[in-house]
């Protein structure tokens, strides 16, 4: 850490669920795309973003979080795509919950084989959990050039935008500048 601080986590939508926030890794903004997950650095940056700079982030981790990601990309992308679901289905095989009951009350574990896996199957578990609790909730955002998704948590379920300062202002500005020329003609 420098005497700065921890750098900025660079995103423009973070605290998405998980599953979300790992999506929401590669984004475009004027100065084109950007993929934070393109190095370690940024991997541990994702890591520590989410409070989990205890799982590993090595090179093996930093492949299994892009598999992860792309399968949650490709599933929400099409999810009656049988190579959607396959892959999809391959991430959730990393890993399993257990539940029980002991003189404590019930319990849950989590058990992930293989600890580089451990934050990407982590990230498919809450998808999963998001398709079984709130389908109908997950967004693209509106804006023909956004590529970021969130949980659309709003009373009526009607958030179009990642966010209205970004792509709701511009859609907004977009539109007023439609109307001004139209009324200039």
Not at 140 to 168: E, I, Q, Y
Request: proline share 8%.
């Amino acid at each position: 850490m420098s005497a700065t601080g921890p750098p900025r986590d660079p995103r423009p939508l973070t605290g998405e669920p998980l599953g979300l926030d790992l999506l929401n890794t590669t984004w475009v903004d004027a100065e084109g795309p950007h993929d934070l997950l393109g190095d370690l650095a940024g991997t541990r940056l994702w890591l520590a973003s989410n409070d989990h700079s205890h799982w590993p982030a090595t090179e093996p981790a930093r492949q299994a979080l892009l598999v992860a990601r792309e399968a949650i990309r490709a599933h929400i992308t099409d999810p009656a795509s049988p190579t959607a679901l396959a892959t999809l289905n391959s991430v959730l095989a990393w890993g399993y919950v257990t539940r029980s009951v002991g003189q404590d009350g019930p319990t849950t574990a989590v058990w992930v084989e293989d600890p580089v896996h451990q934050a990407a199957w982590h990230a498919a578990d809450n998808y999963h959990t998001l398709l079984t609790e709130r389908p109908d909730r997950l967004r693209r955002c509106a804006h023909p050039d956004c590529v970021l998704h969130f949980l659309d948590t709003s009373p009526k379920g009607n958030r179009r935008w990642c966010s209205m300062a970004g792509c709701g202002n511009r859609a907004k500005a977009a539109r007023h500048y439609a109307r001004s020329r139209r009324a200039a003609n």
